[in-house]
């Protein structure tokens, strides 16, 4: 068997970061916004999701495997289509220029988000060793401070539009290029479908912003407790 070539590597690593784009990080995504939008349910939804998720076994070695091993060769790779990019939005300024532009600029807009997301809610949680039934009282905690400024609030709509936006439009490009969709009049009504399954996830984020922003509530562990 012969070696591959640069061209060869190249194509693949691209599949492999639109496919990592939808499995697992954009199931993620979606996963992520649902449970945070129980906070407009009720503060107990919100919390028991938290512990279900915390009483996971093995909670670190899936999301090292399943959320930050992807999103780090995603986000690499992401960097690395935006350096051979070639952009010229001002010289044909046609809507799907704009599209690929903005994906290229979310997609750094979401990488600087998720550091400072992780930053303060998953490490300080690991750090002070917040788990079980004592993570959700900690991380509603940040979140309710979070969400005290508006400086909070705008890094985070900031942060959720930018996603939302990346997937749906990633979405639509995953379809082009793996040749789900095929044809003009298919690639626009997908192009409509997948802007409207966007504007959903939108929604969904904002809501929780402004669930937790009007009506910030602490809770207790469920359970016990550890610390």
């Known amino acids: 068997m012969g070696k591959f070539t640069k061209g060869q590597i190249e194509y693949f690593l691209l599949k492999l970061h639109s496919l990592t784009g939808l499995v697992p990080i954009g199931a993620f995504l979606i996963l992520h916004l649902s449970l945070n939008a129980l906070r407009t349910v009720g503060v107990?939804?919100?919390?028991?999701?938290?512990?279900?998720?915390?009483?996971?076994?093995?909670?670190?070695?899936?999301?090292?495997?399943?959320?930050?091993?992807?999103?780090?060769f995603h986000s690499i790779m992401g960097f690395y289509v935006f350096t051979i990019a070639k952009s010229n939005v001002f010289k044909y300024s046609y809507p799907r220029n704009w599209?690929?532009?903005?994906?290229r600029v979310t997609g750094g807009v979401v990488f600087v988000f998720l550091v400072y997301h992780v930053g303060t809610t998953v490490a300080p949680?690991?750090?002070?060793?917040?788990?079980?039934?004592?993570?959700?009282?900690?991380l509603i905690d940040v979140m309710n401070d979070t969400f005290t400024t508006w400086t909070g609030r705008t890094i985070y709509l900031i942060g959720i539009l930018s996603a939302t936006f990346h997937f749906a439009n990633g979405l639509w490009g995953f379809c082009i290029s793996w040749g789900i969709v095929i044809g003009p009049q298919a690639q626009r009504n997908a192009g409509y479908a997948f802007m409207l399954f966007g504007l959903v996830l939108s929604v969904m984020g904002i809501a929780t912003v402004v669930e937790f922003s009007l009506h910030p509530v602490s809770v207790q562990p469920t359970f016990g407790g550890t610390s």
């Not at 998720?53 to 399943?66: A, G, K, M, Y």
């Not at 599209?99 to 994906?103: A, D, E, H, R, V």
């Not at 949680?125 to 900690?138: C, R, S, V």
């Open 125 to 138: 949680k690991l750090w002070f060793g917040h788990h079980l039934f004592d993570a959700a009282p900690f």
């Open 99 to 103: 599209m690929y532009t903005l994906q």
């Open 44 to 72: 107990l939804p919100y919390q028991l999701s938290i512990d279900a998720l915390n009483n996971l076994p093995f909670l670190i070695w899936i999301e090292v495997s399943v959320i930050y091993i992807p999103l780090l």
